[in-house]
Every structure is written in structure tokens, then in C-alpha cells.
């Protein structure tokens, strides 16, 4: 008996004393518990998320009703110019709190900043951006996009900061509102098209207006990709050239109904090796041929129009979009996700033609073609 109440003894001393040495970590465990419970971290019942969040956080509700959301992931070949999320399902998360927000109407503005603005992958940039801009005005409240850091070139000229909403008066907000859109999440591509509006207004008035090269639009623009056009990525069909009598068919066509074609504008990337990208250095070559050789063929099927083909030092992305986006008679876009922006944002009484593809851009067409007479 003694043997046992001795063992007994020594196992509570030892108990005591496990308990003693973990004690302020046990104890400052319950304080940050507290804390917690009482800084509005989790969700509120109001749907907001505030600064005290965790590191999970996706954004915050400033003291001026903005939500603010951080977006860009500095890792991989973009070194960060990009409209990643940094937190997954950050559209979700946000149509979350848009939702919750439309009878209290306690978010006042929507303000998306990217980490480094720059035109790595513009195709996926720009319909991020107008995707989460379109959601503001869904949720009738302005947008703001601001770039913490920036490279000279489009994204950095999107950046806004709207006094209010402009929904068109003609939008059929029953066939797309904010319920549709915060179901769809990940159909940012449809977003682009139910939100071509903001498309041809901030290639027309941000993007054009940017830039001083081009004053004067040319009869007819091509969007050429070449480079990495002759490089497979894997699926088959996403990339590709038209032979010239594809474009030589669309000229002649907009020659009937426009009038005769004087200026022949062929935009594409340049042919020196120092200015391209690494993985499309090994094409320069091949490019500058093909390039050459449609601008021969334009020639001689066009005798009375002046062919250029534009892409020399003085060119840029934005002299690009401009260059298309002030077509005076008809803009193509071939197969590419960088040009469809500015086709689609050609004035009215202009043909614009973009590639009808399965594989890609078939977002594009297929809308614009049904609403737009002009696409």
C-alpha cells in the first residue's frame, strides 16, 4: 500500500509540474482565442471580412465601405504580371460578400490592385480585369484598378478609378446580373463578352488615348501571331497561321461594302531576337519570312494600297490595340488571346473579324457575332 500511494504521489507531482512549465503557453492560447472571438476575424454576420483576418484573408473592407482585394502571384515565367489570386476562390469569396451587401449597401466601391502591372499574357490580364469590373457594376458600385508596381505597356493604362457604375441603358441585366454571375465563376471569358461595353471604352479612351504614334487608323489592320505560332503547346488546334487568301477574302469583302482598301496595317511581334520573349526567339527568322511574304501577296491583291508591316522599335503593345482599334474599314484578329480586345472594340460602322475557333477564344465569336452586326 505505501509502494502505491508513493507512486501516486510522484505521478500528481509530476502531472503538477508538466502542467506548470506549459502553463503560458496554454494561458496565451486562451488570451489569442479570445482575441479572436472578439475582432471580428471569421466571417461576419454582415458578410464582411476585415482587417484583423487571418493570412487567409482575400481581401478587407476599408473604412471608407471599399473592398479591397490584392491580387498577383509573383512566381513563375509572368515574374508576377499577372491577376493570379492569392487566395483560392477569391471571386467566390467576394461574390460572397457582394451578395450579402445588397440590401445594406455597405460596400461602396470595388478596388482590385495587381502586384506588377505588366503585358506578359494579355489575353488572361484583360478579361480578369474587366470580369471583376463588370461584378461592380453588377453590384452598382464603382470600380478602381490600381497596379502596386508597373511596366510601361496596356495593363498599366487600364488602371481606373470610376466616380460611378454605367451599366448601358440597353443591358439585359435579367439574362446577366450579379446571382448569374456569382454562379458561373469560372467563366470570366463570358464575362468579357456581357461586358464588351467595358472593353471598347477602355481601349478606346484609356488605351488609344495613351499613346501619340498612331493619330490616324489605317483602311485595314491583320493581327498576326507568329513566333510561338509555329510552336505546339500540347492540344492539338490552338495555334496555327491562315494561308494570305484567308485574309485577302476578308479585304475583298470589306472592299465591297466600305469601299476600296488604301493602308494595309500588318501587326505582329518583332523580328529582333532582343526584343521578343526567350521561347519565341528561335522563330524570329521563320516570322520575318512569312510576314514579308504575306505583305508581298497584299500587295499584289491590293496594288492601289500601301502594305506596312509594323513592328519596329516604335511599336508597343499599346500602339498595337491602338493601331487595331482605329481600323477605319475592317480589323482581323487571327489566333491569338491578344487581339480580340481591340477587334471587338472597333467603331460600329466597322467590320471586325475574329477566329471562330473550338479550342479557343469561342467565347468571343459566337456572342459578339449574334449581338454585335459589325462582328
Excluded at 15 to 35: D, I, P
Excluded at 245 to 270: M, N
Amino acid at each position: 500500500v505505501i509502494v502505491e500511494e508513493v507512486s501516486f504521489a510522484r505521478l500528481i507531482c509530476k502531472m503538477l509540474f508538466t502542467v506548470k512549465r506549459y502553463l503560458r503557453y496554454v494561458l496565451l492560447a486562451v488570451a489569442a482565442c479570445g482575441f479572436l472571438l472578439n475582432a471580428d476575424v471569421f466571417m461576419r454576420k454582415d458578410g464582411f471580412h476585415r482587417r484583423t483576418q487571418s493570412t487567409k484573408k482575400y481581401g478587407e473592407v476599408l473604412s471608407d465601405g471599399t473592398l479591397f482585394i490584392p491580387v498577383g502571384d509573383s512566381k513563375g515565367r509572368s515574374l508576377g504580371q499577372n491577376m493570379q489570386e492569392k487566395v483560392t476562390d477569391t471571386r467566390g469569396l467576394m461574390c460572397a460578400d457582394l451578395l450579402a451587401d445588397r440590401e445594406e449597401k455597405k460596400i461602396t466601391r470595388l478596388h482590385v490592385e495587381a502586384e506588377v502591372c505588366g503585358d506578359f499574357s494579355l489575353g488572361n490580364i484583360i478579361s480578369t480585369i474587366i470580369s471583376y469590373n463588370l461584378a461592380a457594376h453588377l453590384a452598382d458600385i464603382p470600380f478602381t484598378f490600381s497596379c502596386a508596381d508597373s511596366y510601361p505597356g496596356v495593363m498599366a493604362t487600364m488602371q481606373k478609378n470610376e466616380v460611378a457604375p454605367f451599366l448601358p441603358s440597353d443591358y439585359d441585366k435579367e439574362a446577366y446580373d450579379l446571382e448569374i454571375f456569382c454562379e458561373r465563376r469560372h467563366y470570366r471569358f463570358t464575362d468579357v463578352a456581357r461586358g464588351q461595353y467595358l472593353v471598347a471604352d477602355i481601349i478606346q479612351n484609356q488605351i488609344a488615348s495613351s499613346q501619340n504614334v498612331v493619330t490616324e487608323g489605317d483602311d485595314a489592320v491583320i493581327h498576326v501571331r507568329l513566333n510561338d505560332a509555329f510552336q505546339r503547346i500540347g492540344r492539338e488546334s490552338q495555334r496555327g497561321l491562315f494561308p494570305h487568301i484567308a485574309y485577302t477574302t476578308l479585304l475583298k469583302r470589306a472592299e465591297e461594302e466600305k469601299g476600296e482598301i488604301r493602308s494595309i496595317s500588318i501587326v505582329t511581334d518583332s523580328f529582333d531576337t532582343s526584343k521578343v520573349r526567350k521561347i519565341d526567339a528561335q522563330f524570329t527568322d521563320l516570322s520575318r519570312v512569312v510576314a514579308e511574304d504575306l505583305r508581298r501577296q497584299l500587295k499584289v491583291d491590293f496594288p492601289n494600297a500601301e502594305v506596312s508591316i509594323d513592328n519596329d522599335n516604335n511599336e508597343t503593345t499599346v500602339t498595337s490595340y491602338t493601331r487595331l482599334a482605329k481600323a477605319k474599314k475592317i480589323a482581323v484578329c487571327g489566333c491569338s488571346t491578344f487581339c480580340p480586345f481591340p477587334v471587338m472594340s472597333v467603331e460600329d460602322d466597322v467590320l471586325g473579324f475574329i477566329y471562330d475557333s473550338k479550342y479557343l477564344n469561342n467565347f468571343y465569336p459566337k456572342y459578339l457575332a449574334e449581338h454585335k452586326d459589325n462582328m
